[in-house]
């Protein structure tokens, strides 16, 4: 069975203080990871996919990089506009374009 | 205006009354989700649709029913509400381009309460 699980579950930061946040996932075959943002009382929006091992994306104070059994999450300088709920998200290879969530990071950037 | 559209926004129901939720897409993408999002669980899928006339289940299928009858909309029904169906029901769609897929694009959420 497919599994995510992210961590921290809550991360608060101070604005400018650089952190992570990870995702542990369990997949039969690595389609694709996929990361968003959410905030509250909206649907999910797409940050960022990764296809394979070594692979990085960024965007402004935003890098994902990606690992053969976990992706971080990095935020460089945070501001508090990037305070969101952060959601990792894979695909299998037989997955039938299916996306399995973990629980998410709430995270809290205070100005 | 183009997107995904979910209806209502906010639906409050009694326990045993059938209620339908909503969804439309603009972008004829094959692919469509319905997740639940509840706190302690993340986004757990319900049902997904593949095209038109298929559909098939997801990890919490139980009380619920999906059709799709045209590419743009996927509806879903509880058919008995029950209380533990109380949650935030989130809509998705995405495409598969030949070279990649897309990735999902979401609606804006519907927010039910069954008292």
């Known amino acids: 069975e497919d599994q995510v699980t992210q961590s921290p579950e809550a991360l608060r930061l101070q604005e400018g203080e650089s952190s992570s946040l990870n995702c542990s996932y369990t997949v039969s075959g690595l389609r694709g990871l996929f990361w968003y943002r959410q905030d509250p009382g909206k649907g999910p929006e797409f940050l960022f996919t990764?296809?394979?091992a070594g692979e990085e994306k960024e965007k402004e104070r935003l890098k994902a990089t990606l690992t053969k059994k976990e992706s971080f999450l990095h935020i460089t300088a945070p501001k508090p506009e990037d305070s969101a709920t952060y959601l990792c998200?894979?695909?299998?290879?037989?997955?039938?374009?299916?996306?399995?969530f973990g629980q998410g990071t709430r995270l809290t950037i205070n100005p | 205006d183009a997107g995904i559209t979910q209806s209502p926004r906010y639906k409050i129901t009694e326990t045993g009354r059938q209620v339908t939720l909503m969804c439309h897409q603009t972008w004829s993408h094959s692919y469509m989700f319905w997740y639940r999002q509840d706190l302690g669980h993340g986004l757990r899928l319900i049902y997904y649709s593949a095209a038109a006339d298929i559909t098939d289940k997801g990890e919490v299928p139980d009380g619920y029913v999906v059709s799709r009858s045209k590419t743009e909309n996927f509806p879903l029904t509880l058919e008995s509400a029950t209380r533990s169906q109380t949650s935030v029901y989130f809509c998705a769609s995405r495409t598969w381009t030949g070279i990649g897929n897309t990735e999902a694009f979401f609606g804006q959420g519907t927010r039910l309460t069954v008292v």
């Open positions: 990764l296809y394979s």
């Open positions: 998200a894979v695909q299998a290879i037989q997955g039938a374009q299916k996306l399995v």
